[in-house]
């Protein structure tokens, strides 16, 4: 009984000193709203050593996420990138630096939130699970931010043939001069967020290869599919290998206009005779959710979307459209009238509607149920970030809970959530509006 109460005790204390913790990190990790300033992506390949892989760390700065100095010719930004590699143990097994400037002619492009760098950073290291730290210095506002990615090792050296990482791509071109992005004759660009489709790329890019292994089969196939939790496969396609004599490069373009918007595992299989499976790979990717490719895919779910936004008439007014010519003389005159009004938190626009839509989808989803249906997912889409998250995940004699305060409202409102059933799933509790409690 001594016992029991000594460890009662002790998970009290414990708790208590995780709970103002918790009321302080809110529900999201620091920069979600938008695309972080700073970002990284890594892959491995084999390399030309045994037993080593080819680390490959591409990262990207964009402009506003650093400052200026004015120059003769513009505003110059100067800027470090350290990368540091540790292995399962914590202990450093690599690092580099590398240096870096921006140029801008104007103010307004140091600004920027579309503008960006793109680079890429090679390391050879023993083959094992890694994590890779990213730093980047500020040198102007001798500031520093650090992202981290974790790899899992994959056996490029082993009895049977295998699969490298997917280098996800943004462009490919032809081959130019001697560029670091250069893949034999094709020219790639890095995709460092992994996110795709969009109002303006309607294509899924990527880059991989295989390596043969000491088997003695003579023909080989990869089997591509491309998943989502709720929809099943969406797409799936084979690539007849033949022999795998040496190393094979494959460039791979999906067409994802036809494919509904949101998060999806590009899953690859390694098969020899017999269907025999060698080795597979899950990779995770996005395709962008914006007003224009939810229209395109699913115009029923696109109405439903505006049910925190639009009146009824409105939305009865859409549903009644039913040929493609009338679906889009509608929806656009929609829009036309609701950009007329009002910018501000609870008349967003129809960029910012969908990116709050988007945003609940990645951070409120629960199970099969999308996050811009859930609780939270309606309070957010519908007055957007609050000012302030109380968040106790870890109280005594209480359910989790979180408090969403918006203090620029007019009126002030407070929203109270709580995790009935310790699942995740936070409910919204009465007031619904938020005003009073």
């Known amino acids: 009984m001594r016992l029991l109460q000594t460890v009662l005790l002790f998970l009290m204390i414990w708790l208590e000193g995780m709970a103002p913790l918790g009321a302080q990190t809110g529900y999201r990790p620091p920069n979600e709203l938008g695309e972080p300033r700073f970002a990284i992506e890594a892959a491995t ?65 140091t600004r920027s939130a579309a503008d960006f760098v793109i680079n890429i950073i090679k390391i050879p290291v023993a083959s094992q699970d890694v994590t890779i730290r990213a730093i980047l210095t500020d040198k102007l506002a001798n500031t520093s931010t650090e992202v981290r990615k974790t790899l899992k090792r994959r056996d490029y050296w082993g009895k049977f043939p295998s699969l490298s990482r997917v280098e996800f791509a943004r462009e490919m071109a032809p081959a130019s001069g001697d560029s670091k992005f250069n893949r034999g004759e094709t020219r790639i660009i890095p995709s460092v967020t992994r996110l795709f489709g969009g109002d303006f790329d309607t ?42 004599s040496g190393v094979q490069r494959e ?15 590009l899953d690859i299989r390694l098969e020899g005779r017999r269907g025999r499976v060698y080795d597979r790979l899950i990779e995770e990717f996005e395709l962008e959710l914006t007003a224009e490719t939810i229209f395109r895919n699913d115009y029923e779910m696109a ?34 009238l609701r950009e007329a009004q009002s910018h ?29 249906k859930t609780s939270r997912g309606m309070v957010y889409i519908s007055y957007g970030e609050p ?48 005003v009073g409690n």
Not at 204 to 227: A, F, H, M, N, V
Not at 344 to 372: C, L, Q, T
Not at 414 to 423: A, I, L, P, T
């Open 203 to 244: 294509l899924l890019r990527y880059y991989q290869e295989i390596y043969p292994g000491d088997t003695k089969d003579k023909s080989y196939r990869l089997i591509y599919r491309i998943y989502h939790r709720t929809r099943g496969t969406v797409h799936a396609d084979t690539v007849n290998l033949g022999d795998l």
């Open 344 to 372: 501000d938190r609870e008349h967003p626009n129809k960029v910012e509607y969908f990116r709050r839509i988007r945003h609940a989808n990645r951070n409120f989803s629960f199970m099969k149920k999308d996050g811009w």
């Open 45 to 109: 390949f084999r390399s030309d050593q045994a037993g080593m892989d080819l680390l490959e760390v591409y990262y990207k700065v964009f402009y506003d996420g650093v400052s200026y100095q004015k120059s003769v010719d513009g505003y110059r930004a100067d800027y470090e990138v350290a990368v540091i590699v540790e292995g399962p143990d914590g202990v450093q097994l690599e690092g580099t630096t590398r240096q870096g400037q921006i140029k801008a002619k104007t103010f307004a492009e």
């Open 387 to 434: 000012d302030e998250v109380d968040d106790h995940p870890f109280e005594l004699a209480t359910k989790p809970y979180q408090v969403w305060n918006y203090y620029r409202s007019n009126p002030v409102r407070s929203f109270y959530f709580v995790d009935e059933w310790g699942d995740g799933d936070y409910e919204l509790q009465p007031p619904g509006d938020g």
């Open 303 to 336: 109405v439903e979307m505006l049910k925190y936004l639009a009146s009824g008439d409105d939305i009865n007014k859409l549903k009644k459209a039913k040929t493609p010519q009338y679906r889009r003389q509608v929806w656009d005159e929609y829009w036309r």
């Open 251 to 265: 460039i791979c373009t999906v067409g994802v206009a036809d494919i509904h918007p949101g998060d999806y595992e």
